[in-house]
């Protein structure tokens, strides 16, 4: 008798062992890759942001040109319009917005405004009409507050033309780091305005800045998230006009930029805007 011999394919699987080396594996190279994913979705929101500030400064000097004056920063209750005071004194109400321009010119949220998109045209815009940056966080205008004679040279209507190309005196300081870095809530009350640090510029009529993915963390951030707070204890007096800027740190992620002066005399002046 033969006997028949049933050949039976013998197949392996994963033991437990084996599924659990490689999972880890698999977990490894994911976490080496995160950081870098990270990083790179960290710089295109700096790329996108830097791009938008750029932007809104061409648009901050078309409306110049246009207009032969600066707008005031939106307030947060403008839904995007530019704000003024309700008279040339310090401010007891938030005024109507741009209809009409009041003659003095005075800005209700002169250093801790946002940019005014919706006087601009500038889009796109959030919900309630301000442009935000990469971080989904209103971006923020300030604007020189010099007058004379309680007309505010800026933002007054012929304010500018009125006191003439050598008297614009802008005021706005950046700074490379902070001016007040042991206490960085509180203003500079007296020149030197960037204390121990390097001048970038002392003569911006506006700056446009994001305050980042982290607001506020470090000195130099606390200088940007701080500017309207003051030493004299009066809320509508605005004192601090001093910003910070310089290359990303891990402390420090803002983004500040700012109108060159001479780039907007040369604009208004070429328009006819301004007599040189």
């Given at each position: 008798?033969?006997?028949?011999?049933?050949?039976?394919?013998?197949?392996?699987?994963?033991?437990?062992?084996?599924?659990a080396v490689v999972l880890l594996i698999v977990a490894l190279l994911l976490g080496g890759l995160l950081p870098t994913v990270?990083?790179?979705?960290?710089?295109?929101?700096?790329?996108d942001t830097r791009k938008q500030l750029e932007e809104i400064q061409q648009a901050l000097v078309g409306f110049a040109i246009v207009?032969?004056?600066?707008?005031?920063?939106?307030?947060?209750n403008s839904n995007g319009l530019e704000s003024f005071c309700n008279t040339a004194t310090p401010c007891g109400g938030e005024a109507p917005t741009t209809n009409p321009v009041p003659a003095h010119g005075r800005c209700f949220k002169p250093y801790d405004g946002f940019v005014p998109a919706a006087t601009l045209g500038i889009t796109p815009v959030d919900s309630n009409g301000y442009t935000i940056d990469g971080w989904n966080n209103r971006i923020h205008?300030?604007?020189?507050?010099?007058?004379v004679a309680a007309v505010y040279?800026?933002?007054?209507?012929?304010?500018?033309?009125s006191v003439g190309v050598?008297?614009?005196?802008?005021?706005?300081?950046v700074c490379a780091s902070s001016p007040n870095p042991l206490t960085p809530t509180q203003t500079m009350t007296a020149p030197p305005w960037c204390g121990a640090a390097n001048v970038l510029t002392s003569m911006a009529p506006?700056?446009?800045y994001s305050t980042g993915n982290n607001s506020g963390g470090s000195a130099d951030e606390m200088a940007n998230a701080n500017s309207f707070i003051n030493l004299s204890g009066n809320p509508n007096s605005y004192e601090d006009k001093?910003?910070?800027?310089?290359?990303?740190?891990?402390?420090?992620?803002?983004?500040?930029?700012?109108?060159?002066?001479?780039?907007?005399?040369?604009?208004?002046?070429?328009?006819?805007?301004?007599?040189?």
């Open positions: 008798m033969m006997l028949k011999h049933h050949n039976r394919s013998i197949q392996y699987g994963f033991s437990l062992i084996e599924m990270s990083s790179q979705v960290e710089q295109k929101h700096r790329n207009n032969g004056r600066l707008p005031c920063p939106a307030s947060p205008y300030a604007i020189s507050t010099v007058n040279t800026f933002t007054a209507p012929n304010g500018m033309s050598s008297n614009l005196n802008p005021d706005l300081y506006a700056v446009i001093v910003f910070v800027s310089h290359d990303p740190t891990p402390t420090f992620d803002d983004i500040v930029i700012w109108i060159s002066p001479n780039i907007l005399v040369n604009r208004m002046v070429s328009a006819g805007k301004l007599i040189n």
